[in-house]
């Protein structure tokens, strides 16, 4: 595999941002400004997601691979950047108008509630097992219209978010930044009327929810954070993260997060999915990514050879292939795999399920690597990223394998394979270790989070 600059792209451009930031706020110090917030925060996670996490990161990867060194990036990389800068950054923000009567009047009988601010299905879907449990007026925040057959609670109500009319006006960020500058000013307007008791937000890497969290901040309403899954490599969007609470899957979790985020309170509640049964786990499962962050389309056709090359040299053991939610299979992967009957794609099955038949779960990057854990699964890296080192270390701490080559990836499968010693090993020192990764599981967890939320609320500490 020829090198790539992933890594060092995601380095060279958080400081990137964070020296834009910094020149604009030099020059004029209001620029992020809308009323009493700043949005610098916001703009960093909007910057990296609509922007850097894919065409810009390959584009990056391109200049360097031509020979051009980092200042040289860097150069054309920042004239990109101070496009943005235009005749109105000089214009100071203002306060334009009070939030309307009507406004005030449609959200008043839902203030002092727990508002959950919910960015898609995918979120509600995980966080449904608390929200069932919550036992206490729930506003629900969408960005979406909910189903008439979601399975909620008859104290919550779901209101789907629309933009308000602008109350602050912020030259820079309005023409700039829109997106960032419409959810301030509607959220900065709903807070203030609802005055909820606590805001609760899944993953915490959203430009939304970083809004959400500043402005919670300044009116002393509590803010809280819940672990969904784990990246690995700390991207800007999980750096400096505003949360007042965090709850974790663990303490080895909490200690991993606090690294690149020294505001949050973590607490380590546990994982509150669904786990089965033990059963027989002789499934080795691919769980595949899009290309975004550390991958890209070359390393996902990658783990698919690795995938087919498996399920040829081993065609008695059963593979199963899960796609990414976001990110389909190229096709003609699909056709080549389905004529192996030793392969089966399980991308529609629930992954409480895929987890209970797997023995060994097979990814980049992804969060299912240190959640299968949690469900009695053996991780196994295919990081074939430039300079990369799965974080925790799982080799070094005999939890999985690590493998950056697919020369490499086939030997340790077959090693895998044939050495039962090597698999109860791997199970047993996950055993020794699972109560600092996993505080606790299921109903648990939610029990803990539940009770610790009720005493944020109440005594305005955990």
């Known amino acids: 595999m020829q090198r790539d600059y992933y890594i060092e792209y995601f380095e060279f451009v958080d400081l990137l941002f964070r020296e834009y930031i910094d020149e604009i706020k030099h020059q004029h110090p209001e620029a992020f400004k809308i009323g009493d917030y700043s949005c610098e925060i916001p703009v960093i996670c909007f910057l990296l997601f609509k922007k850097y996490f894919t065409s810009v990161k390959e584009l990056y990867n391109q200049l360097r691979k031509e020979g051009k060194n980092k200042e040289e990036v860097h150069r054309i990389f920042k004239k990109e950047l101070d496009k943005s800068i235009n005749e109105n950054l000089t214009q100071p923000p203002v306060l334009q108008s009070k939030v309307s009567e009507d406004i005030c009047t449609l959200l008043y009988p839902y203030r ?40 909620l609670p008859d104290y919550v109500t779901a209101i789907k978010i629309s933009f308000l009319k602008e109350v602050h006006y912020s030259p820079f960020l309005y023409n700039n930044f829109p997106q960032v500058f419409h959810y301030l000013n509607t959220f900065d307007q709903l807070l203030n009327v609802l005055q909820p008791c606590c805001t609760i937000l899944l993953e915490g890497c959203h430009y939304q929810q970083e809004i959400i969290t500043i402005i919670s901040k300044k009116l002393s309403i509590p803010s809280i954070c819940i ?75 990658t783990l698919l050879d690795f995938l087919l090359q498996s399920a040829v040299l081993f ?70 990223t430039y300079g990369s080192r799965y974080s925790p270390d799982i080799e070094k701490m005999e939890l999985g394998i690590i493998a950056s080559t697919i020369k ?15 698999k109860e090993h791997f199970l047993r020192k996950s055993n020794e270790i699972k109560n600092d990764l996993f505080a606790s599981y299921e109903d648990d967890t939610i029990r803990k989070m539940v009770e610790y939320i009720k005493n944020i609320i109440t005594f305005g500490h955990y």
Not at 229 to 252: A, D, H, I, K, V
Request: glycine share 4%.
């Open 112 to 151: 002092y509630q727990v508002l959950i601010y919910i960015l898609n299905k995918r979120q509600l879907n995980y966080l449904t097992p608390l929200i069932q449990q919550i036992n206490q007026p729930v506003l629900l925040v969408t960005e979406y219209e909910l189903p008439d057959e979601t399975d």
């Open 227 to 301: 672990q969904q899954g784990w990246p690995s490599l700390l991207l800007s969007c999980f750096r400096n993260m505003q949360y007042e609470y965090f709850f974790t899957w663990g303490n080895q979790f909490s200690y991993l997060w606090k690294m690149q985020n020294p505001i949050p309170n973590f607490i380590p509640v546990g994982y509150m999915y669904h786990i089965l049964p033990l059963r027989q786990k002789n499934h080795i499962t691919f769980f595949l990514q899009g290309p975004y962050g550390i991958n890209d389309i070359l390393y996902i056709k």
């Open 315 to 384: 065609p008695t053991q059963a593979f199963c292939v899960r796609e990414h939610p976001e990110y389909r299979i190229p096709d003609e992967y699909r056709e080549r795999y389905n004529g192996l009957n030793n392969i089966k794609d399980v991308s529609n099955d629930s992954l409480d399920e895929i987890y209970a038949e797997t023995i060994l779960v097979v990814s980049h990057f992804s969060s299912c690597l240190m959640e299968g854990i949690a469900h009695g699964c053996i991780p196994f890296v295919f990081d074939l």
């Open 408 to 422: 490499d990836a086939i030997t340790k499968m077959k090693i895998f394979l044939s050495n039962s010693i090597q």
